[in-house]
Structures are given as C-alpha cells and as structure tokens.
C-alpha cells in the first residue's frame, strides 16, 4: 500500500480507492484501535470539537465529514441533543459499523465522496472533520466545498493528529507512529500492518496547524484560530465563512 500511496519525494499522495479498501480492511478493529493507541485521548479530542460547534438556527444542523464508524457525530450529539446531524462517509462498511451506534440519534448518514457532497448550499450551522483531511487528495478542494456548504456566519473544524517536530515527546512519538503502531496492530490484532504504516506515515507527514489556516484563509474563511493538545499530537483548527 505505501509504494501506491507515496511517492519517491516523500510527500504525501493520497490515492482515493487504496484508502477507500484500506479503510474497508480495517473497520472491524478501527474503534477499538483509535482508542488503544490514543489511550482514549480521541474521546477527548472528539468532545473539545463538538464543544466548539455553533448553531445559528435553532435546533441547529451539523455535517460530518469523513465520518467514519461516527463517533464524532456521537460526541456532538451528546453536547446538543437536539440538532440535526449528517454523516458522509466513503466507505460503506464504516457507515455500516455507525448505524446501530447512532440508534435513537437523529442522524442522516450519507455515503459519498467528501470532496463532492451532495448537498445545497448554505444549508449547516457547522462542519466538521475528524482524522480525516490527510487521507484526502485535494485539501483546498475540502476547504472549498466546506465553505459553500456553510451558512455564513457558520463554522468549519479540522480536527487531524500532526507532528511537531520541536515537541517534548517528538523522539517517542516518531518511534510509535513508524514502529510501534504497525506491528503492535499487527501481531496483537491481526490487523493489516500496511494499513497502520501508512496511518502513521500520514501523521508524520501532515502540516502544521498554521499551513492549514493558510489554506483555509485563501478559500475565504475568517476569523481562524487553533488549538493543539496531548504534546502537540493532536490540533484542533477552526474558521468561519463571513
């Protein structure tokens, strides 16, 4: 999988149907494994986004991006109940594995490509997506049909996991990502080594927080800021469409 996902130059080439089947291969131990590796600091991330959702328009309608087995959707339902909430998601197999968990949630999962959501414009208070924009081709495609989708004055939130370099706990973080992640996921889960190479290939590589208001910037989002947490593994980035 790497070889089709990276290139010599060692930048990052997302290749849409690689990610989809890698996806596809790992749904059954995904919830568990996030949990494991992060231990249990995605919960948390989850809940500091889903605080930093705005409503406009009472009961309020928020759209997950990449939603995958939709434990984002789950944390903003929990800090407002009474919104309506949309997943889209890619792959099939992880909508699936969200249904039962959202029962009782008024929800709408859509299966879709995030970089062409079938929805009209101007249509939710709030966007967001989790550990999902570094496995996308096209990031200013993203930030662009966020914008569009977006009422104004609405809000868009990037949730990703990075690498600081400078960071107090750089050398062990790398170690985990490159090593520990793959074959721990492997030999103890059985789940495909490849899969969590990549995964954390895909971490290593990701920009920092300021690259990514810069791109949000140029669509024409404002009034930007952002957060990092857990030793600067984690960013929290949010704009809003004027």
């Known amino acids: 999988m790497e070889d089709l996902t990276f290139k010599n130059d060692n930048s990052l080439r997302p290749n849409p149907a690689k990610i989809q089947e890698m996806f596809g291969s790992v749904t059954s131990r995904y919830d568990f494994l996030n949990h494991f590796f992060s231990l249990g600091r995605d919960i948390f991330w989850r809940r500091a986004l889903a605080r930093r959702l705005l409503i406009l328009d009472k009961p309020g309608h928020f759209l997950d991006l990449a939603t995958g087995t939709g434990d984002q959707l789950l944390a903003a339902h929990k800090c407002w109940p009474h919104a309506h909430l949309t997943g889209l998601d890619f792959s099939q197999p992880m909508l699936d594995l969200a249904s039962p968990k959202l029962r009782g949630v008024p929800v709408n999962l859509v299966f879709g490509d995030v970089l062409k959501p079938p929805f009209e414009d101007n249509l939710f208070d709030s966007i967001s997506i989790s550990f ?34 400078r960071a107090f706990m750089a050398p062990i973080t790398s170690f ?8 721990l996921a492997n030999r103890l889960f059985h789940a495909p080594q490849d899969a969590y190479k990549y995964l954390g290939l895909s971490i290593l590589r990701f920009p920092h927080p ?9 669509v024409g989002f404002k009034e930007l800021g952002y957060r990092t947490y857990t030793f600067d593994i984690a960013m929290l980035v949010w704009g809003h469409k004027p």
């Not at 300021?210 to 140029?218: A, N, P, T």
């Open 176 to 183: 985990i990502l490159k090593k520990a992640t793959p074959w």
């Open 132 to 165: 999902g924009l570094r496995n996308l081709a096209d990031r200013k495609e993203l930030c662009q049909q966020a914008f569009r989708l977006l009422k104004p004055g609405g809000r868009f939130l990037i949730l990703e996991m990075f690498f600081e370099p």
């Open 210 to 218: 300021s690259i990514i208001l810069d791109e949000m910037e140029k």
